[in-house]
């Protein structure tokens, strides 16, 4: 785990977090500053910089992300009326924690193209 590692310290205990599910591959937090009336962040439970850093060792582990962000969507009540599902990757597309993680808005309505 890279001491340095923000999402990382988060999944270790040692920084704070409202987290409100985890199992062996996935933590789930709120957002600290969030985007939508729910904005959770599924993190990879081991640290994996980005999407460009999956191999076959992280088989599987991205349908695990999108399935906890599924499962959390329709628990915090925002999957009816839709919601969304995004992965940032590098500095073109917008990522600034350097730790896998997905987003999951829901709450109100989005727009699209995104910003
Ligand atoms: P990215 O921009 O890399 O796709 O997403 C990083 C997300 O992490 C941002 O939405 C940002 O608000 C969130 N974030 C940054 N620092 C913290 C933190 O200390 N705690 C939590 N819960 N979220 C954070
Ligand atoms: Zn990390």
Redesign the pocket.
């Known amino acids: 785990m890279p001491s340095d590692c923000?999402f990382c310290r988060?999944v270790a205990g040692e920084?704070p977090?409202?987290q409100i599910y985890a199992d062996d591959d996935v933590v789930a937090?709120?957002?600290?500053?969030p985007?939508a009336p729910t904005?959770v962040?599924l993190l990879a439970r081991k640290h994996v910089a980005s999407v460009r850093e999956l191999g076959p060792e992280q088989a599987g582990l991205m349908d695990r992300l999108f399935a906890a962000g599924a499962k959390l969507a329709e628990q915090e009540g925002v999957a009816a009326d839709g919601y969304r599902l995004?992965?940032?990757v590098g500095r073109n597309g917008?990522?600034?924690?350097d730790h896998l993680?997905v987003?999951m808005l829901g709450g109100r309505p989005m727009t699209w193209p995104p910003g």
């Open positions: 923000l988060i920084l977090s409202s937090i709120r957002d600290i500053a985007q904005h962040l995004v992965v940032n917008g990522q600034t924690v993680h987003h």
